[in-house]
């Protein structure tokens, strides 16, 4: 494979060409944040917390989406950088009703790190407190709205590694949700395999086990990107 | 009487109690009080709220309630998500449970009795109020602040051990827990308990003392007869985590015995008044006017038969000749009360340590949605708590009733205020010691209004004594 030389944070690497700037970093050991990417299934700059600056790019872009080319001078660290990772978990958290205390996921919330992570101490939006539906229809999962933070990783998990397509999105703006088939309750899904994979892909407490409670959650997003990786070893 | 000459005196907010409430007294014009109202000013909408969410969720969402009750709300919600599932805690699920709650009963004892009680017995009803709290108890008497405060520790400590959280526990989960005790740690639990019970024991002393130097307050404030409630063993011996309801009458006659506290609605309605956010329970078949009936530790003990611990046995002994084997009455025999089940759940937690099947790993059942109504009832450090839920068929919540042991206690509450204030508030010159005995009627109840709030000196009294055209006659303010 060709290498091309870029710089990353004021690092000179020597890098595969058709690689994204999040796999060079990761390679490379520099920690970009991220909510939306999970390894193995598609990438759609959805959560804008990835966001990169490049020397001579007018605007921020998203490193999940974008390739490395040859001389680029990368960096992921910058003020700016910080300052829109703050004001993206904040907007996360503003924009639904994420109660961490009662939340299924407490202690095991992606998007509880990441509030550590952007040291959000506070949010200076103001709380949509939107209505959100509680779909408890499935017999063994139950998808909460409330939690849910657009990631789309169910919807790609299904469709890219399952094949059911169960998951999808409606609507547009802060009334966007996720939809089982043609927005039927999940439990009356007749493409969901009840594989579970949607339930490990999620990285907040939206969607989850029925049989569990606080404290016992355990979800394994590595999973599924172990099992991508052995299937591709086996064609 | 002509209304132009009656007065009101308002006591807001009632201090060293948990949560937020306000007393107001309506004098006539002699100065004598005339009438007594508790009002419970916070409204908090949990029964609202959780409609909506899986039933699953409120052994989690319902402990948030309260910070000082919480292992309560948690199991009798648990127990309610049990009977929709149909099925029973392991063993060891049960034993973990039973430690837990009895670690949080002597913890809210010891808050209750040491931090918020002890100050009026040790440093009397009249003493300067701005000292008169855990730090003045601090100031004078320092070892029994430490042992008021390692006491509640060690209650908050069972339920850090075990589950990892001191306060909001997590990990009560429907058929069991979800965190086994280790050896390490039930070793460290048990070499607390000889501590424990030097506490309790000099707890019982301090009140004893006060009951011998005060004999004719103790046996005079507030002691209107009432009915009780509460639960039982198959034996008619005290039980906090698990056994069937029993109510008596004022005089020891059994009403009701080995009631499945799933019938509850049977035998307990409950009314709104306009001047308070907490509902009025009454005992239905004798209608609301009379009908009170009183719970918690006064009322575990008066319909108990015996207690299950030989220690705590004496000492119940000595609390049913108080009266000659009749219900103590007496207002102020709560704090007694308290001090001997705190007795028994430090004795209880000892045995149960000692249960070699504690360490077990076999701590949980699984079960899921069977049947669309689940109640469950155990007793919190304040009285019988029930959580009562109806689902739809997905387990989704569309009803929540939660029946709290404050609110059991409400209209006690209320005439056991006015009883004080008649005895105690006299005439124009409303002195500050009065309006403290009129706060200690309440206090003797622990009563939990929102379980939130816990303020030491800081929190202001205000009385104002405003005649009928709105003119302050008189203020009374600390803080």
Redesign the interface.
Same mark, same amino acid.
């Given at each position: 494979m060709a290498k091309i030389s870029v710089n990353i944070d004021e690092k000179n690497l020597e890098v595969e060409v058709g690689k994204t700037i999040l796999e060079v970093c990761r390679e490379n050991g520099i920690e970009i944040l991220t909510m939306c990417h999970l390894k193995g299934i598609s990438d759609v700059g959805a959560c804008r917390l990835c966001l990169v600056e490049i020397e001579g790019v007018n605007k921020l872009l998203s490193a999940c989406t974008t390739k490395i080319a040859a001389n680029m001078i990368i960096r992921t660290k910058t003020e700016k950088i910080k300052r829109y990772q703050r004001i993206t978990s904040e907007l996360f958290f503003a924009e639904r009703n994420h109660v961490c205390?009662?939340c299924?996921a407490?202690g095991k919330c992606d998007l509880q790190k990441l509030g550590y992570k952007t040291e959000m101490d506070h949010i200076r939006y103001p709380y949509l407190f939107p209505e959100c539906e %509680?779909d408890?229809?499935h017999?063994w999962y139950?998808l909460d709205h409330n939690r849910c933070i657009m990631c789309t990783r169910c919807v790609r998990v299904c469709a890219e590694v399952e094949g059911a397509h169960n998951w999808n999105v409606m609507n547009r703006g802060n009334k966007v949700r996720i939809i089982s088939d043609f927005n039927t309750p999940w439990?009356e899904s007749e493409t969901c395999t009840s594989c579970g994979k949607c339930v490990h892909a999620c990285p907040t407490g939206a969607i989850w086990p029925?049989?569990? %409670?606080?404290?016992?959650l355990e979800k394994k997003p590595e999973m599924i990107t172990e099992l991508i990786e052995k299937r591709k070893m086996n064609l | 009487m002509d209304s132009s000459t009656k007065r009101k005196i308002v006591i807001s907010p009632v201090t060293r109690i948990e949560g937020h409430a306000k007393i107001t007294l309506h004098l006539d014009a002699n100065g004598n009080v005339d009438d007594a109202f508790f009002h419970v000013n916070e409204f908090r909408g949990f029964e609202k709220f959780c409609e909506g969410r899986m039933y699953t969720e409120m052994p989690i969402i319902t402990p948030r309630i309260c910070g000082i009750c919480p292992v309560s709300h948690s199991i009798a919600s648990v127990k309610a998500c049990e009977m929709i599932q149909g099925i029973q805690p392991t063993y060891t699920g049960t034993l973990l449970r039973r430690l837990i709650q009895l670690g949080q009963n002597f913890s809210s004892h010891a808050l209750s009795f040491f931090h918020l009680s002890s100050p009026d017995f040790l440093l009397g009803y009249d003493s300067d109020p701005s000292t008169r709290n855990i730090l003045g108890i601090a100031d004078k008497y320092p070892d029994i602040a430490l042992r008021g405060i390692r006491l509640r520790k060690l209650g908050q400590e069972i339920s850090e051990r075990i589950t990892g959280k001191k306060i909001h526990i997590a990990g009560i989960a429907p058929g069991g827990m979800g965190f086994p005790l280790s050896a390490e740690n039930r070793k460290a639990l048990l070499a607390w308990i000889p501590e424990a019970m030097e506490t309790v024991q000099i707890g019982i002393g301090i009140i004893k003392k006060f009951h011998e130097e005060n004999e004719a307050m103790v046996k005079s404030f507030a002691t209107s007869p009432t009915l009780y409630m509460g639960t039982v063993g198959p034996d008619g011996e005290l039980e906090l985590y698990d056994g069937n309801l029993r109510f008596i009458d004022a005089d020891g006659n059994i009403l009701q015995d080995q009631l499945d506290p799933a019938r509850y609605l049977e035998f307990i309605a409950e009314r709104s008044v306009n001047w308070s956010y907490l509902k009025y329970p009454y005992y239905k078949p004798y209608g609301f006017d009379r009908g009170f009936y009183r719970v918690g530790p006064l009322a575990r003990l008066n319909i108990a038969t015996k207690m299950k611990t030989p220690k705590a046995q004496k000492e119940f002994e000595n609390f049913k000749a108080i009266n000659n084997g009749k219900p103590v009455h007496g207002t102020f025999y709560y704090h007694y009360a308290r001090l001997i089940e705190a007795m028994f759940c430090v004795e209880e937690a000892e045995r149960l340590l000692n249960d070699p099947e504690i360490t077990s790993h076999n701590i949980q059942a699984h079960g899921r949605w069977n049947y669309a109504e689940g109640i469950g009832c155990t007793e919190a450090p304040r009285g019988t708590l029930f959580h009562h839920y109806k689902t739809d068929d997905t387990g989704k919540l569309v009803a929540v009733n939660l029946l709290i042991a404050t609110g059991q206690n409400n209209p006690s509450m209320n005439r056991s205020v006015l009883e004080v204030a008649k005895q105690y508030v006299k005439g124009n010159d409303i002195k500050e010691g009065m309006l403290n005995r009129v706060e200690s009627a309440i206090r003797c109840y622990d009563p939990c209004l929102s379980c939130s709030t816990h303020a030491v000196g800081a929190m202001p009294m205000i009385v104002e004594v405003i005649d009928i055209a709105g003119n302050v006659v008189k203020r009374i303010e600390r803080g």
């Open positions: 205390s009662v299924v407490n %509680v408890t229809s017999p139950v439990g029925k049989a569990i %409670v606080q404290g016992q | -």
